[in-house]
Nanobody, 120 residues
Framework: QVQLVESGGALVQPGGSLRLSCAAS????????MAWYRQPPGKERELVAI???????NYADSAKGRFAISRDNAKNTVYLQMNSLRPEDTAVYYC??????????????WGQGTQVTVSS
């Protein structure tokens, strides 16, 4: 059983910073890509940033220059450093991982979500 657990969501003022973390646990052979998605109130879930096993990254236009995704493969953990936060960044942020579990087929896993609210 593989689980993803996010942490770091909070209420922050515009212009502030937050760092989200997501740790994968369970019987894991390998984690390929990891990513952060978000779902603003009343909107669909959207990709924020993605990082491959080797560290290549890609960002949504809204995140470029403000957010940075990174991972620690030894800890099966992915991070999202968010700077210069704006009210429109308010959303539930979800962690995603493409995982090859022990004794099972490769599949997608999601975290339970962590709330980020940007407001004065």
């Amino acid at each position: 059983q593989v689980q993803l657990v996010e942490s770091g969501g909070a209420l922050v003022q515009p212009g502030g910073s937050l760092r989200l973390s997501c740790a994968a646990s369970g019987s894991i052979v390998r984690i390929l890509s990891m990513a952060w998605y978000r779902q603003p109130p009343g909107k669909e879930r959207e990709l924020v940033a993605i990082i491959t096993e080797k560290g290549s990254t890609n960002y949504a236009d809204s995140a470029k220059g403000r957010f940075a995704i990174s991972r620690d493969n030894a800890k099966n953990t992915v991070y999202l450093q968010m700077n210069s936060l704006r009210p429109e960044d308010t959303a539930v942020y979800y962690c995603y991982a493409d995982v090859l579990p022990v004794g099972a087929r490769r599949r997608d896993y999601w975290g339970q979500g962590t709330q980020v609210t940007v407001s004065s």
